[in-house]
């Protein structure tokens, strides 16, 4: 297995993430890819938020609650990071968005890249500028991408370090869903 390693910079800090490439696993190690019971996890409370997205609007967590949602920091220009893009925009895509939100927050470091590649792809949800409080209140991300499942509570029930296939994904949301 292949690892992917990169340094994002940050408000002058420079965090070292280090992400498989491939399988897909979750965050306490099992592989996603073989899972077929869905165990909903004890729920933790989700961090509130209130970012500003790409093209400079406000956007607050608040309007999560109610519905499920999936939560994703990613970096442009990771290649494990715009795959998980691409997964969540077929995620959005199969739910009605009063159903489901999708939010991803980019841990930027290169503005033009993002315009350009927002240009290009223009994902169907929310893309949010992550800062280093809601990095931080997420808890301190280990690597790019890294994906969280949140109930109609808006608690974490989830979470997914490196990049995750949309079935994986869509197996919780659908859990959630049924609640």
Request: proline share 7%.
């Given at each position: 297995?292949?690892?992917?390693i990169?340094?994002l910079?940050?408000?002058?800090?420079f965090?070292?993430?280090?992400?498989?490439a491939l399988?897909s696993?979750?965050a306490?190690?099992v592989?996603?890819?073989?899972?077929?019971?869905?165990e909903i996890?004890a729920?933790?409370?989700?961090p509130?938020?209130?970012?500003l997205?790409?093209?400079?609007?406000?956007?607050s967590?608040t309007?999560?609650?109610?519905?499920?949602?999936?939560?994703?920091?990613w970096?442009?220009g990771?290649?494990?990071?715009?795959?998980q893009?691409?997964?969540?925009?077929?995620?959005?895509?199969?739910?009605?968005t009063?159903?489901?939100?999708?939010?991803?927050?980019?841990?930027?470091?290169?503005?033009?890249?993002l315009?350009?590649?927002m240009?290009?792809?223009?994902?169907?949800?929310?893309?949010?500028?992550?800062?280093l409080?809601?990095?931080?209140a997420?808890?301190?991300l280990q690597?790019v991408?890294?994906t969280f499942?949140?109930d109609?509570?808006?608690?974490i029930?989830?979470?997914?370090?490196?990049f995750?296939?949309?079935?994986?994904?869509q197996k919780y949301v659908?859990?959630v869903l049924?609640?």
């Amino acid at each position: 297995m292949g690892l992917f390693i990169m340094t994002l910079r940050l408000a002058g800090l420079f965090i070292l993430a280090v992400s498989p490439a491939l399988p897909s696993r979750a965050a306490d190690g099992v592989d996603t890819n073989k899972m077929t019971n869905i165990e909903i996890r004890a729920a933790v409370p989700a961090p509130a938020f209130n970012l500003l997205d790409w093209e400079g609007r406000r956007f607050s967590s608040t309007t999560l609650t109610g519905q499920a949602a999936v939560v994703t920091f990613w970096a442009v220009g990771d290649k494990p990071s715009e795959r998980q893009m691409a997964e969540l925009n077929a995620l959005q895509n199969r739910f009605p968005t009063e159903k489901l939100s999708v939010v991803s927050m980019v841990v930027v470091d290169n503005p033009a890249g993002l315009r350009k590649y927002m240009t290009e792809h223009r994902p169907p949800f929310p893309v949010l500028l992550a800062d280093l409080p809601t990095i931080e209140a997420f808890g301190r991300l280990q690597a790019v991408p890294t994906t969280f499942v949140i109930d109609k509570n808006y608690n974490i029930i989830q979470q997914y370090v490196g990049f995750t296939g949309k079935a994986d994904i869509q197996k919780y949301v659908e859990a959630v869903l049924k609640q």
